[in-house]
């Protein structure tokens, strides 16, 4: 028989046996039973800001597929199911964080396409330093575990790969909100992480939703294309990285010291060139119209060369994950945009 715990009052005795308890009161002429509810320890709560963007959204169902209560946050693609909520409004961030009070916050939501930033640098930095700043501010309040996710363009390019201690050093406006945004994390709540993550692709809405599935609309080309064959990537499954989000996110519960910078990157190093004829040999298509263009062309922003991320840290710890093959990976994202749609039953049965 499970051991039991006794506690007795004047008015009152408490019992605990097996997680449930059996209190019991006593008042003259009577004495009565009441079975409190199983303690059944809660899961764990996660908040996912950019729920509706490419990695949100495979944050979200990582999460979820283990088991956690997961609250999903949008903005102008928010659906049911999803709370709307624009983050560059104070008032809002700090009411819904107050409601939710979640023990943990992955925060996918930012501007990330480098073009928009530069046309519209300051409501990209609202989004990407300013609305990170009040929700680490909010996050501290309530003691929730701030997951920050951040990028490769913090560092330039010119001498990789780089560690987490590195100094960054973005080309760009993108890159230097994301540093921002890193900076306000850690400075408003000091207990958050961050994880910097290489360019990604997954189950997109739409090819155009990641540059890595644009490409394919360049493998369908007729036409002669070119593509950079100079600036080194190393495209990441957005299904990876969440998968590394929820493994941070499960260890911190237990570990405190699990907090600070943090790398994680796919290890193919490819061109947008070699991409486009990794997808092109995938699905049996011609690549001789690809051309793969060397020289550096007059480009109004600066992005780095090879921003190679050293992931040593999460991996000493345990953390990583084996990144999916780019092949497999990508084939998998884009068959449900190949014109017959048997094609996928036709090769892998
Ligand atoms: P994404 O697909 O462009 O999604 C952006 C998300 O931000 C959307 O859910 C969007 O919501 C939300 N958002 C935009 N404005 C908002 C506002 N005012 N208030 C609240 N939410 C707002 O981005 P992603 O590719 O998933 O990127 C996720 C994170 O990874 C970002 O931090 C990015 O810097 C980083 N990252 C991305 C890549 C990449 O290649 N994609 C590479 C390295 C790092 P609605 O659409 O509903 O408005």
């Given at each position: 028989m499970p051991g039991f715990e006794l506690t007795v009052s004047e008015t009152e005795a408490e019992?605990?046996?097996?997680?449930?308890?059996?209190?019991?009161?006593?008042?003259?002429?009577?004495?009565?039973?009441?079975?409190?509810?199983?303690?059944?320890p809660a899961a764990p709560s996660v908040l996912v800001t950019g729920a509706t963007g490419l990695l949100g959204r495979a944050v979200l169902r990582e999460f979820q597929s283990s088991g956690w209560l997961v609250s999903g946050m949008g903005y102008r693609r928010a659906r049911p199911h999803l709370l709307r909520c624009d983050l560059t409004d104070e008032d809002a961030v700090r009411a819904a964080m107050q409601q939710l009070k979640p023990d943990v916050v992955v925060h996918c939501a930012a501007e990330r396409r480098p073009d928009v930033m530069e046309r519209n640098t300051e409501a990209a930095v609202n989004l990407n330093v300013h609305a990170t700043s009040t929700l680490a501010k909010e996050a501290a309040a309530c003691g929730a575990f701030l997951l920050y996710i951040s990028t490769d363009y913090v560092f330039?390019?010119?001498?990789?790969?780089?560690?987490?201690?590195?100094?960054?050093?973005?080309?760009?406006?993108?890159?230097?909100?994301?540093?921002?945004g890193e900076r306000e994390t850690l400075r408003h709540c000091p207990g958050a992480a961050v994880l910097r993550v290489p360019v990604l692709f997954g189950e997109v809405e739409s090819v155009t939703e990641s540059v890595v599935t644009s490409l394919w609309l360049d493998v369908q080309n007729v036409s002669e294309v070119s593509l950079d064959h100079r600036l080194q990537r190393f495209p990441t499954d957005a299904r990876d990285v969440a998968a590394v989000c929820r493994k941070l996110a499960q260890r911190q519960r237990q570990d405190p010291s699990i907090k600070g910078i943090f790398h994680f990157s796919a290890k193919e190093q490819m061109t947008k060139y070699e991409m486009a004829v990794a997808m092109a040999t995938a699905f049996n298509l011609p690549s001789n119209h690809l051309i793969p263009l060397t020289e550096q062309l007059p480009a109004a922003i600066?992005?780095?060369?090879?921003?190679?991320?050293?992931?040593?840290?999460?991996?000493?710890?345990?953390?990583?994950?084996?990144?999916?093959?780019?092949t497999s990976a990508i084939t998998d994202c884009l068959w449900p945009f190949t014109p017959d749609k048997r094609w996928r039953q036709t090769v892998f049965h």
């Open positions: 019992m605990s046996c097996a997680g449930a308890e059996l209190r019991i009161i006593f008042s003259p002429g009577r004495v009565q039973l009441v079975q409190e509810e199983e303690m059944v330039d390019g010119r001498n990789p790969p780089y560690g987490e201690d590195d100094a960054p050093s973005p080309l760009n406006a993108y890159g230097r909100s994301k540093v921002e600066l992005r780095p060369i090879n921003s190679q991320l050293n992931c040593c840290r999460l991996e000493l710890l345990n953390l990583s994950v084996e990144p999916r093959a780019f």
